[in-house]
């Protein structure tokens, strides 16, 4: 596939196709919060080939990844989420890129299809991890 490309904006790293960064994509990049996990948005239209999906790939690392998809409905994100969770082998966390009222993006960590689920515990008291 030609015309696929990456490029780091703030701690983002934007996958786009077309030669050109959408200024949506641009925007949202700039205010993905820097953290230790990294953050990929994706600018690349919903009508890509299902066979060009894996050569996105390629642009994502192999660990848990945060993923805002610049234009994609915000009902396909789920989907596309649970997808690239599942060819990774790590969770995803999504958003649809459209902030909620309150002007924050909304975030769903997505499984792989078919992990085992991962005990949730509660941090517990200093003077339970002291024993």
């Known amino acids: 596939m ?3 490309a990456s490029f780091r904006v703030g701690t983002a790293t934007v996958v786009y196709f077309g030669g050109r960064i959408s200024d949506r994509a641009w925007l949202l990049s700039r205010g993905v919060a820097g953290d230790a ?3 990929v948005v994706l600018d690349i239209a ?3 080939p299902a066979d060009a999906w894996n ?3 390629k642009y994502f690392p192999r660990r848990q990844v945060r993923v ?3 234009h994609i409905e915000p009902d396909e994100v789920l989907r596309m989420g649970r997808w690239l969770a599942t060819r990774l082998g790590e969770p995803v966390v999504v958003s649809t890129g459209v902030p909620e009222p309150a ?3 909304a975030w769903f960590r997505l499984e792989p299809v078919g992990a ?3 005990k949730r515990q509660q941090p517990g008291r200093w ?3 002291a024993a």
Request: glycine fraction near 8%; aromatic fraction near 4%; avoid cysteine.
């Open 2 to 4: 030609t015309g696929l």
């Open 37 to 39: 996990q990294p953050s």
């Open 46 to 48: 919903p009508d890509l």
């Open 55 to 57: 050569e996105v790939l």
């Open 68 to 70: 805002v998809a610049a």
């Open 103 to 105: 002007g924050n993006l």
């Open 116 to 118: 085992r689920p991962r």
């Open 127 to 129: 003077w339970h991890r």
